[in-house]
């Protein structure tokens, strides 16, 4: 059964939207995906070819997973296939009984994005990683160190937990929910 979206959620989706459309065509596609790990990559260093083979892989698994929302399949995402396949997952999320497919899929998703994330790869978001990600999608400093502290423990963000808040950004409809106190929340 799918009931109609939350405005704060639904508002919230459409800004992931739009940050996960890079260059800014109106859909989603794979040439997005490959603009971003281009640019997310150039956080790390470049001359760190292992880490760019990382982020090669990286954005072909996040690429499959997202454009997993491309209903008509016609190679673009658009917002209202964006939304539909989303309000569908905040929907299996609020089930008990979530679908075991579904919940690998996202994990898979956040995996990568927890990946990509870990800019030095040892395992944690540590706080210049978090903070250098949102203002590289647009987050000022200060907004950033704040959620950061709110999300994390001794400075650090667990894998576990990056993947908690993941799917509970995913479902809220709470604007006073933790998941929620940074948008850019891939
Ligand atoms: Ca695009
Ligand atoms: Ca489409």
């Not at 790990?37 to 892989?57: F, I, M, T």
Request: overall charge negative; proline content about 3%; charged content about 30%.
């Amino acid at each position: 059964m799918t009931t109609s979206p939350n405005p704060f959620w639904n508002d919230k989706m459409k800004h992931l939207f739009y940050l996960y459309d890079v260059d800014g065509d109106g859909s989603i596609t794979p040439k997005d995906f490959e603009i971003l790990a281009n640019k997310l990559s150039s956080l790390v260093g470049q001359e760190d070819e292992q880490r760019r083979e990382d982020y090669a892989n990286a954005r072909k698994t996040l690429c499959q997973e997202i454009m997993r929302a491309d209903a008509n399949q016609d190679g673009k995402v658009t917002l209202e296939e964006w939304l539909d396949f989303h309000k569908h997952l905040a929907d299996e999320l609020h089930k008990p009984d979530t679908n075991p497919e579904i919940l690998e899929q996202l994990s898979q998703r956040i995996n990568t994005t927890f990946n990509m994330l870990d800019l030095n790869h040892d395992g944690y978001i540590a706080r210049d990683e978090w903070v250098k990600t949102c203002q590289f999608f647009g987050v000022d400093q200060t907004t950033a160190e704040k959620s950061f502290q709110q999300l994390s423990k001794e400075d650090k963000l667990e894998e576990d937990r990056a993947k908690h808040l993941f799917f509970e950004y995913l479902k809220s409809d709470d604007p006073n929910h933790i998941s929620n106190c940074c948008l850019c929340f891939l």
